[in-house]
């Protein structure tokens, strides 16, 4: 009975060890089967790679190829003549000819500067005049008679003491039916209710902030509205919108006041008869 147990036994252990080596050599050859197929995997991906690369460097090249046979259209025209081409295009949009504001002395500032005024100086001259840019006066010009335009001529007024500017500040008046105040402003004529002639206004244009500032006072202290010419010797504060130039003499008051004349008409639709620019700079005094 023991011979035949240890038989049966001997017989497992046989059977056992032949499992096992067979599982490992089925194991060695798994293994290596995975590893032959990573290796393939990775060549066959690098060279894929490696293809894809070679192609994408070939199509950048036929494109930078490409790039310098095609002609591109203005790619002779050299730098300055494109500077050129940009400020004859702004010149094209402006509200007059560059040389109509240049005529005018309107670019023409003071000897001072004001802190408010110093970013809208271009340079001083020899003698220490400061110089606006035309470029920013005609933006500014617009902006000051866009805002402008947003009230009726009822709800504005313009005052302007300052003589060199009567003539022109009238003419605007009665054309465009804004009231106007030159010789005097009426103090108190915004504030105080028991004027005979007390007047309600939405936006008060102020030529000058030194000799207008009684009108400027009374329009602050009711909380309306302010468009302010301002030479460099100005202070702007209290003002919704600035006009900058020379404020000082009847040609620069003159464009000043044309402009504001002729765009607000059409801006509101007013039509009306106004005179040509040299009337409003005292060239032409026939009209």
Known sequence: MTNVIKKVVKKVEGAIEDTIEDIISEGK??????SNEEEKAK????ESGVK??????????????????????????????????VKAKKRSDMLIPLDDYVKSGIYLGTRVVTP????????????????FNTDLIDEKLKEGIAYMSKFAPEEIILVCKRQAGWKAAEALS??????????????????NTQL?????????IITDHWLDKN?????????????????TNNF?????????????????????????TREYCKSRGIQAEIPDLDWWTGEDESQ
């Open 174 to 191: 009665k054309i465009t039916g804004i009231r106007v105040f030159t010789k005097k402003y009426p103090a108190g004529i915004l504030t």
């Open 43 to 46: 060549k066959e991906s690098s």
């Open 236 to 260: 702007s504060q209290g003002s919704n919108q600035i006009i900058i130039g020379n404020n000082k003499s009847q040609r620069s008051l003159g464009v000043i006041f044309y402009l504001m």
């Open 52 to 85: 894809n690369l070679e192609a994408k460097k070939k199509a950048l090249l036929e494109k930078v190829k490409e790039l310098k046979e095609k002609k591109i259209e203005g790619a002779e025209i050299k730098s300055e003549d494109l500077k050129e081409l």
């Open 116 to 131: 408010n005024m110093k970013p809208c100086v271009y340079r001083r001259r020899a003698d220490g005049l400061a110089i």
């Open 215 to 231: 009108a400027l006072v009374d329009t602050l202290n009711t909380k309306k509205q302010v468009l302010m010419i301002c030479d």
């Open 29 to 34: 050859e798994l293994i290596e089967n995975i």
């Open 196 to 204: 005979r002639d007390f007047s309600e206004n939405e936006l008060t």
